[in-house]
């Protein structure tokens, strides 16, 4: 059986209709999906503070206050424009506009392989069906954050990588330099990234014994892109810089941060080093070892930074699992490649059709699994969405809680205002936590937090009023730990709070979230 699916599989690869149709088939039927399902709650966040952004907000000021630096929104400004200048629905521009870079990624792949004709045709038409599939249906939920901008923008630069370590080539100046200027903004996303492009340019170093010059091209537009973001930062969002920087150091990690044994309770944490052994193992006996090196040491280093953040969400794992993806599907394609017609040719020369179908299954697993979840879901918006509707109607809506699902993307999908600069009040689960432990060491600067944080709610209720007010009121609250924490006793001590609150009637408790309705808010 193995041996037949090794051959099956090979005919298929061999074939263009397959080959190129597998790919465009994932395009069509993935945009379609995705149009029609929802958009996760950052990803909406994001689309929100960019209108904002465009209205003449000020970043880390009166808007997208929030731990992260401002790359992540400055990508989505382009669909965010073009809906404001066409009036379509910004979350399906969104949509569009990443599948679009999706494609031209896939096509940029699939240029740089056929450049390389000494590689087997199948290793080249396999390597773009799975590159397809990890773009497209490995996102799942995660469609649209930070680390799928990530695979689209580096992924082209990796593959470049590869080819050119295989062939011992180099790519043409123009295009290395513009791989290396795209593949420069995906890394810059989060610093942990930069461990990527490093542990590959070490590889690079001791594959070719030291001959490889770091002034290349593409290094010189990587680094060309990362000293531009650094220019940005200081000159167009400087408050990032000077206060969220040290609020974050302060107390983000303090709530937002898990346990060790949570990050590594994933399936990547055993699948990596058992691919990383069978790679090794196997490696004299394959066609094209180098591109399973690198897809596996960029999978190990994604994971370093996956458990360098300490957070242990699903989309922080994306970079790694789908690079683990790729590592085990290049094991089988090699057992494709070195298949012979002469079957004695075989026994020595190739990977048995075992270890390859093996490798074939895992890959598959791995996609399978992250396609099960079918996408973004938050019951939350499906079950106030009809408050919202009766209540801040053409209107706004806040949020007083920790987490940024419950006002995204239902805020997006209700087309209703948003009377807050955070997404979340995330500043304060870490300071509470702090002062409950007695584990603050610098008082005056969570002082300084917490006034900020109660002026700014304050200065967000007085200039845009909600007309409906959700408030976490849950017993165990989301990232507070053992602190019982009450948010109108907190912002009800400060007079000007307690004063506007007055105007507010309570309506329900659903979900553990009460509802309050601004007196003389729409449908009163």
């Given at each position: 059986?193995?041996?037949?699916?090794?051959?099956?599989?090979?005919?298929?690869?061999?074939?263009?209709?397959?080959?190129?149709?597998?790919?465009?088939?994932?395009?069509?039927?993935?945009?379609?999906?995705?149009?029609?399902?929802?958009?996760?709650?950052?990803?909406?966040?994001?689309?929100?503070?960019?209108?904002?952004?465009?209205?003449?907000?000020?970043?880390?000021?009166?808007?997208?206050?929030?731990?992260?630096?401002?790359?992540?929104?400055?990508?989505?400004?382009?669909?965010?424009?073009?809906?404001?200048?066409?009036?379509?629905?910004?979350?399906?521009?969104?949509?569009?506009?990443?599948?679009?870079?999706?494609?031209?990624?896939?096509?940029?792949?699939?240029?740089?392989?056929?450049?390389?004709?000494?590689?087997?045709?199948?290793?080249?038409?396999?390597?773009?069906?799975?590159?397809?599939?990890?773009?497209?249906?490995?996102?799942?939920?995660?469609?649209?954050?930070?680390?799928?901008?990530?695979?689209?923008?580096?992924?082209?630069?990796?593959?470049?990588?590869?080819r050119d370590v295989v062939r011992g080539t180099r790519t043409s100046w123009p295009m290395a330099l513009v791989f290396g200027l795209v593949a420069g903004v995906g890394f810059a996303l989060k610093p942990h990234y930069l461990l990527v492009p490093l542990a590959l340019e070490v590889y690079r170093l001791a594959i070719t014994r030291g001959r490889s010059s770091i002034l290349r091209a593409e290094l010189l537009g990587l680094g060309t892109a990362l000293v531009a973001y650094a220019v940005v930062l200081y000159l167009v969002t400087p408050d990032y810089l000077t206060r969220i920087v040290p609020y974050a150091l302060e107390v983000y990690n303090v709530a937002y941060r898990n346990p060790l044994w949570i990050n590594l309770l994933r399936v990547e944490t055993f699948m990596l080093p058992l691919g990383c052994v069978v790679h090794l193992v196997t490696r004299r006996r394959q066609t094209a070892p180098h591109a399973g090196d690198i897809f596996l040491i960029a999978s190990a280093?994604?994971?370093?930074?996956?458990?360098?953040?300490?957070?242990?969400?699903?989309?922080?794992?994306?970079?790694?699992?789908?690079?683990?993806?790729?590592?085990?599907?290049?094991?089988?394609?090699?057992?494709?490649?070195?298949?012979?017609?002469?079957?004695?040719?075989?026994?020595?020369?190739?990977?048995?059709?075992?270890?390859?179908?093996?490798?074939?299954?895992?890959?598959?697993?791995?996609?399978?699994?992250?396609?099960?979840?079918?996408?973004?879901?938050?019951?939350?918006?499906?079950?106030?969405?009809?408050?919202?509707?009766?209540?801040?109607?053409?209107?706004?809506?806040?949020?007083?809680?920790?987490?940024?699902?419950?006002?995204?993307?239902?805020?997006?999908?209700?087309?209703?205002?948003?009377?807050?600069?955070?997404?979340?009040?995330?500043?304060?689960?870490?300071?509470?936590?702090?002062?409950?432990?007695?584990?603050?060491?610098?008082?005056?600067?969570?002082?300084?937090?917490?006034?900020?944080?109660?002026?700014?709610?304050?200065?967000?209720?007085?200039?845009?009023?909600?007309?409906?007010?959700?408030?976490?009121?849950?017993?165990?609250?989301?990232?507070?730990?053992?602190?019982?924490?009450?948010?109108?006793?907190?912002?009800?001590?400060?007079?000007?709070?307690?004063?506007?609150?007055?105007?507010?009637?309570?309506?329900?408790?659903?979900?553990?979230?009460?509802?309050?309705?601004?007196?003389?808010?729409?449908?009163?």
């Amino acid at each position: 059986m193995p041996r037949r699916i090794v051959d099956v599989s090979r005919r298929l690869l061999t074939n263009d209709t397959f080959a190129y149709g597998v790919p465009l088939a994932f395009l069509a039927i993935g945009l379609i999906a995705q149009l029609m399902a929802s958009i996760n709650h950052d990803t909406a966040w994001y689309l929100h503070a960019g209108g904002r952004y465009l209205e003449g907000g000020m970043l880390y000021r009166d808007i997208f206050v929030e731990v992260n630096p401002p790359l992540g929104l400055f990508l989505t400004l382009p669909p965010v424009i073009l809906a404001r200048l066409t009036g379509l629905f910004s979350v399906h521009v969104f949509v569009v506009y990443v599948y679009l870079l999706i494609a031209l990624s896939l096509a940029t792949v699939w240029w740089v392989q056929q450049a390389d004709r000494q590689s087997p045709p199948v290793l080249r038409r396999g390597i773009l069906i799975v590159a397809a599939a990890i773009l497209i249906v490995s996102p799942a939920d995660q469609f649209g954050q930070r680390e799928h901008f990530l695979m689209i923008l580096t992924l082209p630069y990796i593959i470049m990588i590869a080819r050119d370590v295989v062939r011992g080539t180099r790519t043409s100046w123009p295009m290395a330099l513009v791989f290396g200027l795209v593949a420069g903004v995906g890394f810059a996303l989060k610093p942990h990234y930069l461990l990527v492009p490093l542990a590959l340019e070490v590889y690079r170093l001791a594959i070719t014994r030291g001959r490889s010059s770091i002034l290349r091209a593409e290094l010189l537009g990587l680094g060309t892109a990362l000293v531009a973001y650094a220019v940005v930062l200081y000159l167009v969002t400087p408050d990032y810089l000077t206060r969220i920087v040290p609020y974050a150091l302060e107390v983000y990690n303090v709530a937002y941060r898990n346990p060790l044994w949570i990050n590594l309770l994933r399936v990547e944490t055993f699948m990596l080093p058992l691919g990383c052994v069978v790679h090794l193992v196997t490696r004299r006996r394959q066609t094209a070892p180098h591109a399973g090196d690198i897809f596996l040491i960029a999978s190990a280093s994604f994971f370093v930074a996956y458990v360098a953040q300490m957070k242990g969400w699903d989309y922080h794992l994306y970079p790694a699992s789908v690079y683990l993806m790729l590592g085990y599907a290049s094991l089988f394609l090699n057992g494709l490649t070195g298949r012979r017609e002469n079957k004695a040719e075989i026994k020595n020369n190739s990977l048995t059709p075992g270890v390859a179908v093996a490798a074939l299954v895992v890959a598959a697993l791995l996609v399978a699994s992250d396609a099960s979840k079918f996408g973004y879901k938050n019951r939350f918006t499906d079950i106030m969405t009809p408050y919202v509707e009766r209540y801040a109607a053409n209107g706004s809506i806040a949020v007083l809680g920790a987490n940024v699902w419950p006002g995204f993307p239902m805020v997006n999908y209700s087309q209703v205002g948003w009377s807050s600069r955070f997404s979340s009040l995330w500043l304060l689960p870490g300071a509470m936590q702090k002062r409950f432990k007695g584990a603050a060491k610098n008082h005056a600067l969570l002082d300084e937090m917490e006034a900020f944080t109660r002026d700014a709610v304050v200065a967000d209720f007085s200039s845009d009023m909600p007309d409906l007010v959700f408030v976490d009121d849950r017993d165990e609250k989301t990232y507070f730990g053992q602190v019982r924490f009450d948010y109108l006793d907190y912002f009800g001590q400060d007079p000007r709070f307690a004063r506007i609150w007055s105007d507010y009637v309570w309506v329900a408790e659903v979900v553990g979230f009460d509802i309050f309705r601004r007196r003389c808010a729409p449908g009163c």
